[in-house]
């Protein structure tokens, strides 16, 4: 009977990893394996954040011993970095060993320190879980060539499965995250300016907590650039949604915009195309390899505030436009990214490794 120890974020955060691993919580695999969830890490204090992972160290300690595989989940840095510890412990005891790589972006492994960080976790692994060809493609190219790239399989980020509302739509485009300059929150106000006094019944809803640091409130920046915009009365700032509040904002939107600078695969454009929006997306991440301009979504240049208000006005007047991508966007979500789908393909994953465990 293989067992499988799966150690990622805590259930209380907020972000994809944690998303995710929920999906597989849903999956037949799941219970066939078996599967314990360690939660390593949660936001908040620095007090909470050593609470979490040292009582998830004691407990996997205790766990290890009786369980076959262990399934990691693995973001950047100082992710990789708490997680090499984990890894460690699991290669000793001689269990099989997955990575699942969740990065924020491509950049920082082009620095030496971080590729020998990430040459020496992936070369132990037996297999290392990517999230498009794309990321196969960057982890070659920052990286090289080594025994890491025959381990490497790519396993898409799911869809949830969600209750779509038709009759609730309203005029509204939807930014779902982070309230984050990475993220570009305050491009797409600076877009959807120039276009406003076009369109005075559609407003933008930003759903989501900003970055708080020192001296930092992004809500405050974004609030003044609103402002200045003359566009306050459009704007409407949600803060973190969720359960039954999540639902009825994707179903009442129309249009989702994804202007991030760096993603793995992002968790708010498959939501998106689960609840059926069409989305504007900057080419970060997975998506080039499976957004193509003008028929399953609209794409432009990062930072480029004139090209999204292009895309906005466009998808904003042409009802059809709407309609078509909306269409492609839930046969992706039933076919390429449908949660049973990479739920089997992950219990293949465990069924192959499970063959060979010492």
């Not at 020998?116 to 037996?126: S, T």
């Not at 689960?274 to 609209?298: F, S």
């Amino acid at each position: 009977m293989t067992r499988v120890l799966v150690v990622a974020t805590s259930r209380k955060t907020r972000g994809g990893i944690t998303s995710v691993v929920k999906a597989h919580e849903t999956g037949e695999q799941w219970k066939k394996y078996h599967c314990r969830w360690i939660e390593t890490h949660r936001d908040g204090p620095a007090w909470r954040k050593v609470w979490y992972l040292v009582t998830a160290l004691l407990e996997y300690v205790v766990l290890l011993p009786f369980y076959d595989i262990v399934h990691i989940h693995v973001a950047t840095t100082q992710s990789a970095r708490r997680k090499k510890l984990f890894f460690t412990l699991a290669k000793l005891y001689g269990k099989k060993t997955i990575l699942h790589f969740h990065p924020s972006n491509e950049k920082f492994l082009y620095e030496p320190k971080v590729a020998k960080l990430y040459r020496n976790l992936f070369g132990g692994a037996d297999k290392v879980l990517v999230l498009s060809e794309q990321w196969k493609r960057w982890l070659k190219d920052s990286l090289g060539e080594g025994p890491w790239m025959e381990k490497m399989e790519v396993l898409y980020n799911p869809c949830p499965l969600v209750h779509r509302c038709e009759g609730t739509k309203k005029n509204q485009i939807l930014y779902a995250g982070t309230l984050l300059r990475r993220k570009g929150y305050d491009v797409l106000l600076k877009a959807f300016g120039k276009i406003a006094k076009s369109y005075p019944d559609w407003k933008v809803a930003f759903a989501g907590n900003p970055y708080l640091k020192e001296g930092i409130n992004e809500l405050e920046d974004g609030k003044e650039i609103a402002k200045q915009l003359c566009i306050e009365s459009q704007i409407e700032w949600l803060g973190w949604v969720s359960g039954d509040e999540k639902e009825r904002v994707f179903n009442e939107s129309s249009i989702y915009c994804l202007d991030s600078d760096g993603e793995g695969f992002p968790m708010g454009v498959l939501d998106a195309w689960a609840y059926g929006l069409p989305c504007i997306v900057t080419p970060v991440g997975g998506l080039p390899d499976i957004v193509v301009d003008g028929k399953n979504g609209l794409v432009f240049e990062v930072g480029n505030v004139d090209m999204l208000a292009e895309k906005l006005a466009l998808m904003i007047s042409d009802s059809h436009c709407r309609k078509y991508i909306a269409e492609e966007s839930l046969r992706l979500a039933q076919t390429v990214f449908n949660v049973n789908a990479i739920n089997h393909q992950l219990g293949g994953i465990y069924k192959t490794l499970s063959t060979t465990t010492n």
